[in-house]
């Protein structure tokens, strides 16, 4: 069982900024990508942006040049620093694992919970 916890959501002005973090615990004997995804009211769940363990790092295009995402690998932790956020980024944000249990080459997904992060004036 892996456990993620999201923190960081709220509520911003337009051209504000937050950060999100997750961290993940429990069984874990490696992680391959940590990302975050998003889901706005009526809309499918999008990839925002992922990090591989060497620190590779892919974003959406809605949010090249104003999104960073990190990872801590020692404590399993990733972060989304958001600056410049618009109203089109009001969502609900959740941390994603890649990662296997054991030394066995099978992998599995776990989803956080989702924090809501609110872009309004």
């Known amino acids: 069982q892996v456990q993620l916890v999201e923190s960081g959501g709220g509520l911003v002005q337009p051209g504000g900024s937050l950060r999100l973090s997750c961290a993940a615990s429990?069984?874990?004997?490696?992680?391959?990508?940590m990302g975050w995804y998003r889901q706005a009211p009526g809309k499918q769940r999008e990839l925002v942006a992922t990090?591989?363990?060497?620190?590779?790092?892919n974003y959406a295009d809605s949010v090249k040049g104003r999104f960073t995402i990190s990872r801590d690998n020692a404590k399993n932790t990733v972060d989304l620093q958001m600056n410049s956020l618009q109203p089109e980024d009001t969502a609900v944000y959740y941390c994603n694992l890649d990662y296997r249990p054991t030394p066995a080459w099978v992998f599995y997904h776990s989803w956080g919970q989702g924090t809501q992060v609110t872009v309004s004036s």
């Open positions: 429990g069984t874990i004997f490696s992680i391959r990508v």
């Open positions: 990090i591989t363990g060497g620190g590779s790092a």
